[in-house]
């Protein structure tokens, strides 16, 4: 179980994002393979983290990080798709 360090909801580790701290960045690491501090996020919660300052206080920063890569990787990254959406062609 991890914990969204905005919401702080416990969820499975598969449904949150990884993120990580690399040279003052935040960087997505959706395959969890980065060996790195990393935190968990929901998706939905990363536009709130910015801009309560989350990620300054997950990895312990005394400025806010560079957040242009994470958002940038949300914008572009697909919507999830419901099983009701689906439909056979």
């Given at each position: 179980m991890r914990t969204c360090i905005v919401c702080r909801k416990r969820e499975n580790p598969n449904s949150l994002l990884r993120v990580i701290l690399k040279d003052g960045a935040?960087?997505?690491?959706?395959f969890k393979r980065i060996q790195s501090r990393?935190?968990?996020?929901?998706?939905?919660?990363?536009?709130?983290?910015?801009?309560?300052g989350a990620f300054r206080n997950a990895f312990k920063l005394s400025n806010s990080p560079d957040t242009t890569a994470l958002l940038a990787y949300i914008d572009e990254e697909p919507n999830e798709m419901d099983a009701k959406d689906m439909k056979l062609k």
């Open positions: 935040v960087l997505a690491d959706p990393g935190a968990s996020i929901h998706r939905t919660c990363v536009q709130m983290a910015v801009h309560r």
